[in-house]
């Protein structure tokens, strides 16, 4: 194997690990078969995660993150909270179609156990942000009062079906659904 000794070497692992664990499962895939697709030794994976869960942990955490500074960005750019709320949705729409594997291998180890305790308090940190914005549209009377994780999921639900329907297709999302299913969204959580 040639080794590199330029490059973007963790990017080159983050690409790598993200195509093998949406092809082969978490379980299944491993630091060799990641090393192999990186173009790097094994030993140069192990020196930068130690074992294959800080990689997948590390790799998950760095594609939530990438997400989430997306979507608030979208969200920035933005005025009225249906204007806000809509941006947000529509970028994780996007984000799916843009990233297609990061978007899969996210949705993969959503649920994993890999995580710790910390790094899940870090991913209800981002949730808790992009509520915010929900919170705000409720004070100012766009959204009607009601418990945030029921607002949460009728949101966020369907975003990430159209996001995960898009990113296993390789097809451009449906702006017509979206458009539609994100007004019914709308129309759900509206005052």
Same mark, same amino acid.
């Given at each position: 194997?040639?080794?590199?000794?330029?490059?973007?070497?963790?990017?080159?692992?983050?690409?790598?690990?993200?195509?093998?664990?949406?092809?082969?499962?978490?379980?299944?895939?491993?630091?060799?078969?990641?090393?192999?697709?990186?173009?790097?030794?094994?030993?140069?994976?192990?020196?930068?995660?130690?074992?294959?869960?800080?990689? /997948? &942990?590390?790799?998950?955490?760095?594609?939530?993150?990438?997400?989430?500074?997306?979507?608030? %960005? !979208? @969200?920035? $750019?933005?005025?009225?909270?249906?204007?806000?709320?809509?941006?947000?949705?529509?970028?994780?729409?996007?984000?799916?179609?843009?990233?297609?594997?990061?978007?899969?291998?996210?949705?993969?180890?959503?649920?994993?156990?890999?995580?710790?305790?910390?790094?899940?308090?870090?991913?209800?940190?981002?949730?808790?942000?992009?509520?915010?914005?929900?919170?705000?549209?409720?004070?100012?009377?766009?959204?009607?009062?009601?418990? /945030? &994780?029921?607002?949460?999921?009728?949101?966020?639900?369907?975003?990430?079906?159209?996001?995960? %329907? !898009? @990113?296993? $297709?390789?097809?451009?999302?449906?702006?017509?659904?979206?458009?539609?299913?994100?007004?019914?969204?709308?129309?759900?959580?509206?005052?």
């Amino acid at each position: 194997m040639v080794k590199r000794k330029t490059g973007d070497k963790l990017g080159d692992i983050r690409r790598a690990t993200i195509a093998e664990v949406v092809e082969c499962g978490s379980s299944a895939a491993s630091v060799n078969a990641i090393a192999r697709r990186a173009g790097l030794a094994v030993g140069t994976i192990y020196r930068y995660y130690g074992n294959k869960e800080n990689l /997948l &942990r590390s790799v998950q955490m760095a594609v939530k993150t990438d997400l989430h500074q997306q979507v608030m %960005a !979208a @969200a920035a $750019s933005q005025s009225g909270s249906k204007a806000i709320i809509r941006a947000m949705w529509f970028r994780i729409l996007q984000y799916a179609h843009e990233n297609p594997d990061a978007f899969l291998y996210s949705e993969v180890l959503m649920n994993s156990a890999l995580l710790t305790e910390d790094e899940r308090g870090q991913i209800d940190a981002m949730l808790n942000e992009g509520m915010r914005y929900v919170e705000r549209a409720i004070e100012d009377g766009s959204v009607r009062p009601g418990d /945030l &994780r029921v607002i949460r999921i009728l949101l966020a639900a369907p975003a990430l079906h159209l996001g995960r %329907a !898009a @990113a296993r $297709s390789g097809n451009t999302p449906d702006l017509a659904r979206a458009e539609e299913t994100f007004d019914l969204c709308w129309k759900a959580i509206a005052t």
